[in-house]
């Protein structure tokens, strides 16, 4: 059984336990059970590939915060200047994400980010169309997309 679905029904079983199935519960019970299998993983035998792609997820969770803090000041700055400083452009991204669920989490990470936003993936699905306020140097945002959203999401989904 995988280790996502044993850790919901662990999670469900505290809640269950203690009568409450408020979030706080809930979240005390996943907690709880994460570390419970994490201990019993050389028994149970949940691939460990489970426990490493749940710390890349909050990684990328924590990342994705941080950068919505940065932009948001950033273009909050931008908007109470009497001069606007930035320089709209759209860029092309190559991609190195394939599946569906991969590109459709990058472009939705990226359009959440205030400044930016995904107009398009080609037909080809290579190349990804960013809308940017701050377009002045495309290679930079390039280079801060793949090594950022890009890189931690293929350290989630891989294989």
Known sequence: MNGLVINLLLAFSWAAMTGDFSFGSL???AILGFFGLWLSQPLTGIDPMYFKRFWRSIYLALYFVWEL???SVKVAWDVIRPVPQNKPALIEVPLTVKSDFE???LTNLISL???T???DVSQDRE???VHAMFGE????LKRDIKDGFERLIMGVFEK
């Open 137 to 140: 140097d495309a290679e930079e």
């Open 117 to 119: 936003l995904s107009v």
């Open 113 to 115: 980010t205030p400044g």
């Open 103 to 105: 590109i459709l989490l």
């Open 69 to 71: 803090l940065l932009s």
């Open 127 to 129: 190349t990804l169309i």
């Open 27 to 29: 979240a005390t019970g």
